[in-house]
């Protein structure tokens, strides 16, 4: 194991030189959800039912373009991937038929990766079950096997679809996430999850729905992880780990009433169904719905509204030909009824509700059910089956273990599920920023705290001024790293989904190039992932065909760090005279006692050293290259100092971005040797090399570009001796959100220059 590029010592990661591994990382790429040919992204409505007859060769970007967006990601700090694919791109054309060409391309990519010295993290993603039910993931031939009609979706609110809405550049934002809790989505995860239950009249090819939509979702990532292993350069090399199912809901199970709202439904938005509500419109019948709106303290009900699908139903019509998909259905199913009214929990003949509390209790042993019982049931069972599928072919693949967000994760510390291999992969994403795409200074709310319990009221749990709205971002992190130890053991944690939106206050910051909302929001996010305690993030995300108009062309969202409608920062080359993309011995920013030829093994003798560069007086001033694009897309608050690799035990660290201050504290067990140093991301945008200066507690340490790759990552190299150690590192502090487009742009740039300190 000690051989492993990346393994787990308990709650961290180590490498090979037995240093802690910083995981720093981005999901790549939000387009991937969708099919390369034809082209469908959400807003595009042709073809898109012809969804058997497509390909996702082409994603996440080309072959050709693969050095050009690695290489990127690498240089801006990023040393994971958090790779999307989803359960369509491998099995779209029907149960059992896979997709070699994908796979394929898929381990071209892998490789190109490999190049860059990424960690992979495979996805298998999904939003809201599938494209075809508003989100992305499973394909279209599942909604088929459970009995459901996609082409009828929209008239029925079964699903709200882009790709599908009179107008899809209307489309209300944020409102497909909804889709988990309309009848499309709670029908899908019902039966994946609790389908022997709840559903046992739903068989195919002698299976329950349960099992057949369960072993075709496992056996198709098993046989693209078994390609990998074929593959015989990947594994391990690159491909490190697999998570489970991407945000797994629980669909009606433990729903204790299903006339009413469930009183732990996070979001309503749009009209706002009961389960039993959306039985009927999904049946053809009118019905009144209370709407609702998100404001600026969360979710409010605006008025009622009839929903009348006119007699159309979201359930296949009885003629339908099974033999499209050549399973054989149990005569006991009929077609052309509702799943649920024939199992009883309603009577469409007059309406009415049967059975209220059908999922409300186990029906095998009557045991009451609530969502903490669903993930240590039927969630944990099915991971169990994919951990062991994935590891009888990736023996030594790290699982990364993903409950339903914002729920307790299960609880398996003690027990034979306490995996030593295993990590806790979390989402979080601050909701109020995300779903009113705008930065509220003023307050926000513990949302984590409010679902914990934790406050008398939610009054108590508003937060007011920035300051407080960045701590209690943390510490809601910080709890859910608490409750990761309480319930699931000593494992390492990520947060394998954070972000924010870009497309804040109408497209404000597009039209005037002020992304300072952007900026503030995106420090407030890494503020709080430093100070969670949490083993690293991979940020969604990176979307190589982003644009203005329609963000990341999926339901409206705009989340992706990069777009080809905005400038990257600048290089230091336009924020000083003389730029030094690398500090070598023969550098004057170091002492000789620093040099590369005195970097042996830290001995008492030199423990106590500290250096700090002297400040250069730049030769020479270059031209600023001028542009009509606005902004830099709010780089300077991700593109930030991170350590990559740690001699020792990470204790804390932190970026003031205000102030330009990277800190970090380790303890470490043994002094420093040769090649194994504490390592540490040092972008050049902050960190120039002639206004950067560096106090560590002892030791010596370098600047330096890896030559190895092209568009490398620029890092602190750092020899310490054993103990406790710091370092504190000071770079350049500049006006956040400015576009280097102005007319004063010199004189401002002579400010930098003559005070690395200078008054923002």
Known sequence: MASLRLRIDRHRFRDPHDREVTIRGINVTGDAKYPKFPDIPSHVAENFFDADNVSFVGRP??????????????RWGYNTIRYIFTWEAIEHAGPGIYDDDWIN?????????????????MDPHQDAWSRLSGGSGAPMWTLYAAGLNPKTFHKTQAAFVQNTWPNPAEFPKMIWSTNYTRLAGLTMFTLFWGGKDFAPKAILDGQNIQDYLQSHFIAACRYLAQKIHEAGDLEDEVVVGWESMNEPHRGMISIQDISVIPPDQQLQLGTSPSAFQAMLTGSGRPCEQATWAFGSFG??????????????????????????????????????????????????????????????????????????????????????????????????????????VMELPPDVKGTVDD?????????????????????????????????????????FAVKFGETAIRNCLRDQLKTLRDESFKYMGAHPLIFTEIGIPYDMDDKYAYKTGDYNSQISAMDANHFALEGSTA?????????????????????????????????????????????????????????????????????????????????????????????????????????????????????????DLRNCVFTLSLVANIATVEDSPTEIYLPEFHFPGTHTIVSVSGGKWIIEIDEGRSNSLRRLRWWHGEGEQDIKIQGVKRKLGRTLNSSDDETYLEQCQRSPCAVM
């Open 61 to 74: 970007f080309s072959l050709e373009d693969a050095d050009l967006h690695f290489g990127k990601l690498r």
């Open 105 to 121: 391309y898929t381990i071209e990519v892998l490789r190109a990766a490999k190049k860059h010295g990424f960690y992979i993290l």
């Open 299 to 404: 979710p409010h009900q605006i008025g009622r509204e009839l929903v009348d699908p006119e007699g159309e139903s979201a359930w296949l019509p009885a003629d339908f030909d099974d033999s499209v998909y050549n399973w054989t259905r149990d005569p006991g199913w009929e077609l052309g009824e509702c799943l649920w009214a024939q199992h009883g929990v309603w009577d469409p003949s007059d309406d009415t509700i049967l059975r209220k509390d059908y999922f409300a209790k186990s029906p095998k042993t009557g045991e009451p059910l609530n969502y903490e019982k669903f993930t240590n049931t039927y969630f944990l069972d099915h991971f169990r089956k994919y951990r062991d599928a994935i590891r009888s072919v990736h023996c030594h693949a790290i699982i990364l273990c993903q409950p339903p």
């Open 419 to 459: 995996d030593p291999n295993m990590v806790h992969a979390v989402h979080y994403y601050d909701g109020l920023t995300l779903l009113t795409k705008h930065w509220n200074r003023l307050y926000n709310v513990d949302v984590i705290g409010i679902l914990r319990g934790k406050y008398l009221t939610p009054a």
């Open 535 to 655: 083993n690293g993030f991979t940020l969604w995300g990176y979307v190589a065909k982003n644009g203005h108009k329609w963000g990341d062309r999926w339901n409206g969202e705009d989340l992706s760090i990069f777009s080809h409608d905005d400038l990257e920062l600048p290089s230091a080359n336009l924020l000083e005279s003389h730029s030094r993309t690398s500090l070598d011995r023969n550098s004057p920013s170091f002492s000789r006692s620093q040099s590369m030829a005195d970097c042996r093994e830290v001995a008492p003798h030199n423990i106590k050293n500290i250096m700090e560069p002297p400040s250069i007086t730049p030769q020479s001033q270059t031209s600023i290259e001028l542009s009509t694009k606005p902004g830099f897309r709010a780089a300077e608050a991700f593109i930030r100092p991170s350590p990559i690799v740690t001699n020792g035990d990470l204790s804390t660290y932190g970026f």
